[in-house]
């Protein structure tokens, strides 16, 4: 079975709303047919229900045609796609284009739905299938593909991070080796990385500045102290929820919720409330809580539209 690629960022619940959710223009008939799509990174596997027609398709431009046509061809009203990070893009942009309406599955929804119809096997085909009952489940809703500009921003910023990565591991490696030819060796591998870094901050900016959404919420977001321009791009790609959320909701998207439990949550309320947890758990508790705080101000600041000023606007003035 083909090996399936590796969650991200795009693997959140609230992953449809960054998406662009909508509501559908009517709800599925009883005779409507629906699509699931099981998506690995090299190829497509798709079944249709009722009727358990199924077939597979390469994971390429030509492949994500073919599988258009072919659920056009059959009269799919619906398809259902389980988000996975870059390789469900191409075709969630073929099918939308074709007017055909996509619905983002999370993988856990997925998981779970599959287990309460007592489906505990896991290949393509089972998956593609219980993709297509879940699509049948009332307030499925529409999924818009991501634009043009949103899509290079988060490669860049998946791209740096893995520059940034990659010349941390060589540092370390460095203490390994004394001086001499392997050593100048992963000098000149870390200039060049940082050279490249430069060239993709060059490259974020940018494609910030072509896109006048894009760039009116970085600019908010960097008028917060703490947030700069390569943090800011990072939550303008990987958090495009931002500003459409509840605080809780916000923190819950960037893993932040509150700390309260270490070994039962009156324990961990303790702690919080000022007992004495060891000191490598209080400078975690207290870097979660300094983001958890960051997130929250951002996701208001650009739900208000507004940077961030020292005293807070009054109500009249939000409104």
């Given at each position: ?26 709800e ?24 358990a ?11 994500c045609r ?7 061809g ?9 988000p ?21 599955a999370?993988p ?5 739905f ?5 489906r ?9 299938a ?6 049948r ?12 500009n949103?899509r290079q921003l988060k ?48 490259a ?5 500045a ?16 703490g947030?700069?321009?390569v943090?800011a791009?990072?939550?303008?790609a990987?958090?495009?929820e ?6 809780k909701q ?6 932040t919720?509150?700390f ?15 007992g004495?947890?060891?000191p ?5 508790m207290?870097a ?25 606007p ?6």
């Amino acid at each position: 079975m083909q090996q399936k690629p590796r969650l991200g960022d795009d693997s959140h619940s609230l992953y449809c709303i960054a998406e662009g959710h909508m509501k559908n223009e009517r709800e599925l008939a009883a005779t409507d047919l629906v699509a699931g799509v099981d998506i690995s990174k090299a190829r497509l596997d798709a079944q249709i229900e009722p009727g358990a027609v199924a077939r597979s398709f390469a994971n390429n431009a030509g492949g994500c045609r073919a599988a258009r046509d072919w659920l056009r061809g059959h009269g799919v009203r619906r398809v259902v796609l389980e988000p996975t990070g870059r390789y469900h893009r191409a075709l969630h942009r073929c099918l939308d284009e074709a007017g055909l309406e996509v619905v983002l599955a999370g993988p856990l929804q997925a998981r779970q739905f599959a287990r309460s119809m007592g489906r505990l096997a896991k290949t393509d085909r089972i998956d593609a299938a219980m993709l297509a009952l879940f699509g049948r489940l009332p307030e499925r809703r529409r999924a818009r593909p991501l634009d043009r500009n949103l899509r290079q921003l988060k490669d860049l910023v998946s791209a740096r991070a893995a520059c940034v990565e990659e010349r941390a591991n060589r540092r370390k490696r460095l203490s390994e080796f004394p001086s001499g030819p392997a050593a100048d060796a992963l000098e000149r591998l870390n200039a060049a990385t940082d050279r490249e870094i430069g060239v993709l901050d060059r490259a974020l900016a940018e494609t910030l500045a072509a896109d006048k959404a894009l760039a009116r919420r970085a600019a908010i977001l960097q008028s917060v102290a703490g947030i700069g321009p390569v943090s800011a791009a990072a939550l303008c790609a990987d958090m495009p929820e931002l500003g459409r959320l509840g605080a809780k909701q916000a923190a819950a998207l960037a893993g932040t919720a509150p700390f309260a439990s270490d070994s039962g949550t009156a324990r961990g309320a303790r702690h919080i409330r000022g007992g004495r947890p060891r000191p490598r758990k209080a400078l975690y508790m207290a870097a979660t809580a300094v983001i958890r705080k960051l997130v929250v101000l951002a996701n208001a600041l650009l739900r208000d539209n507004r940077a961030w000023q020292p005293q807070p606007p009054s109500r009249e003035a939000v409104a």
